[in-house]
């Protein structure tokens, strides 16, 4: 059982290049998410899927793209990355957070992206 | 206006004391929870503890209690007999909402624990 992975753990791209990262989850979780983490400004949300082929977008959504074609896997692309995208950035996933569950999100080990 | 806010950027505690992370919220929705994460130097985010805004009760996860002041709109983090290992960035967050439109969590932007023997 490895919870929430992500791929890659590191990446640095240069200004105008894409990319893909990946998460997957083994927790048979409906409920998946993005965020980015700053210094000093906590975590923010990018995206997040509440189903197999749904997505929605969060508090910071503008140049990124997600995708959720299976249920296990949730994939956060940047098509044209820009130096303001350097973050490190956390998949999570949860159960339905419908009361009275708890629903807490359990984080992957997060990627740290740079862009020069 | 901040959804989370956490008002201590640093706290020092000695081990074996107690110490109080503070958090208060913003929301005009009558049902949300508020969450504590712990994230290490190691860089990953754990689940500490849990408040529902119907829970009559202050929520405790061993050494972990949450000071819930629903009038005051705090959600204090309260670690007993602090350890070593205790050092770390503690976030508190927020979801709003009963269902999957407040699915997502807001987070605070943290306090820095250092724990020193």
């Known amino acids: 059982n490895a919870g929430v992975t992500q791929t890659p753990k590191f990446r640095v791209l240069k200004t105008g290049q894409s990319m893909t990262l990946l998460c997957a989850q083994d927790?048979?979780?409906?409920?998946m998410y993005w965020y980015r983490q700053d210094p000093g400004m906590g975590l923010r949300l990018i995206h997040y899927?509440?189903?197999?082929?749904?997505?929605a977008k969060g508090e910071v959504p503008d140049g990124y793209n997600v995708s959720r074609l299976k249920k296990q896997n949730f994939l956060l692309g940047l098509e044209s990355a820009a130096p303001s995208q350097t973050s490190v950035y956390f998949c999570?996933?949860?159960?339905?957070?419908?009361?009275?569950?708890?629903?807490?999100?359990?984080f992957g080990p997060g990627t740290r992206l740079t862009v020069t | 206006a901040q959804k989370i806010t956490q008002t201590q950027p640093g706290m020092f505690v000695q081990e074996k004391e107690a110490v109080t992370l503070d958090c208060t919220y913003d929301?005009?929705?009558?049902?949300?929870?508020l969450f504590w994460y712990k994230q290490p130097s190691s860089g990953e985010m754990i689940f500490l503890i849990y408040?529902?805004?119907?829970?009559?009760q202050n929520a405790t996860e061993g050494r972990y209690s949450l000071n819930f002041q629903k009038a005051r709109k705090s959600a204090n983090l309260v670690i007993s007999a602090s350890q070593l290992g205790d050092s770390a960035m503690y976030f508190c967050?927020?979801?709003?909402?009963?269902?999957?439109?407040?699915?997502?969590?807001?987070f605070g932007k943290g306090t820095t624990l250092s724990v020193s023997s």
């Open positions: 999570a996933s949860s159960y339905s957070p419908v009361a009275p569950a708890v629903g807490e999100q359990y």
């Open positions: 927790m048979n979780h409906e409920y």
């Open positions: 899927s509440v189903g197999e082929g749904t997505t």
């Open positions: 929301t005009s929705d009558p049902s949300y929870g």
């Open positions: 408040q529902g805004s119907y829970d009559q």
């Open positions: 967050a927020m979801r709003e909402g009963p269902g999957q439109a407040g699915t997502a969590l807001i």
